[in-house]
């Protein structure tokens, strides 16, 4: 059973840059797409950046890309979400799925929650004025 956990969310000032973590407890990523999904206080979640199984493409929502960058480690087993030029809007608990898709040569970033097989409990990131 594939865990996940997220780490390096906290309180940053507007401006200001994040990296987020999600580790594997136990299993490689190898073969899996991962997923960055957030949700903001009183909305549904939303998908963020994902990066494909090779770490060959990635994609990132519009709200973001310009300012996002997202990596996974040689021993795939921890994905990092860097987010730059924070702002209050990205303010949420922010969530890393694993879709099972070894050979996809691309991902998709959804608007809504994704029924993937895998998520993380989440981590808070407060962005203040």
């Known amino acids: 059973q594939l865990q996940l956990v997220e780490s390096g969310g906290g309180l940053v000032q507007s401006g200001g840059s994040l990296r987020l973590s999600c580790a594997a407890s136990e299993l490689t990523l190898d073969y899996y797409a991962i997923h960055w999904f957030r949700q903001a206080p009183g909305k549904g979640r939303e998908g963020v950046s994902c990066v494909v199984s090779s770490g060959s493409s990635t994609n990132f929502a519009d709200s973001v890309k310009a300012r996002s960058t997202i990596s996974r480690d040689n021993a795939k087993t921890t994905v990092y979400l860097q987010m730059n030029s924070l702002k209050r809007e990205d303010t949420g608990v922010y969530y890393c799925?694993?879709?099972?898709?070894?050979?996809?040569?691309?991902?998709?970033?959804?608007?809504?929650?994704?029924?993937?097989?895998?998520w993380g409990q989440g981590t808070q990131v407060t962005v203040s004025s």
């Open positions: 799925a694993a879709d099972w898709t070894p050979n996809e040569p691309g991902c998709r970033v959804l608007p809504y929650e994704a029924p993937y097989n895998y």
